[in-house]
């Protein structure tokens, strides 16, 4: 059985910064992808950054690039997601994903609902 399990999140306040993790357990952690989503409420849930376990490509939804940084460490399953600079805007719940079939590039970074397996989420809250 696949588990995502998220970690990180808080509350912080404009410019503040924040680590995500997310640690996979039962899933092919060297093969496809590990993505980082968010919703906000009332809005689409949109790709934050997307990394090819093992191979370590990354690609950013552009406003988060500069900004985020998503990482891997093979040995403990696990992809962070490391965010500067943070905003009022990017509250939301942020989403760990992953796919086993995922090649990487910025199809998949924007179609979540390719991704087959999820965390429960993990909230970060940016005030001004």
């Known amino acids: 059985q696949v588990q995502l399990v998220e970690s990180g999140g808080g509350s912080v306040q404009t410019g503040g910064s924040l680590r995500l993790s997310c640690t996979a357990s039962?899933?092919?952690?060297?093969?496809?992808?590990m993505g980082w989503f968010r919703q906000a409420p009332g809005k689409k849930r949109e790709g934050v950054a997307l990394?090819?376990?093992?191979?370590?490509?990354?690609y950013y939804t552009d406003s988060m690039k500069g900004r985020f940084t998503i990482s891997q460490d093979n040995a403990k399953n696990t992809v962070y997601l490391q965010m500067n600079s943070l905003k009022p805007e990017d509250t939301a719940m942020y989403y760990c994903?992953?796919?086993?079939?995922?090649?990487?590039?910025?199809?998949?970074?924007?179609?979540?609902?390719?991704?087959?397996?999820w965390g429960q989420g993990t909230q970060v809250t940016v005030s001004s």
């Open positions: 039962g899933y092919t952690y060297s093969s496809g992808c």
């Open positions: 990394i090819v376990t093992g191979l370590g490509g990354t």
């Open positions: 994903a992953a796919e086993v079939y995922c090649s990487g590039g910025f199809t998949w970074l924007t179609s979540p609902n390719l991704f087959s397996y």
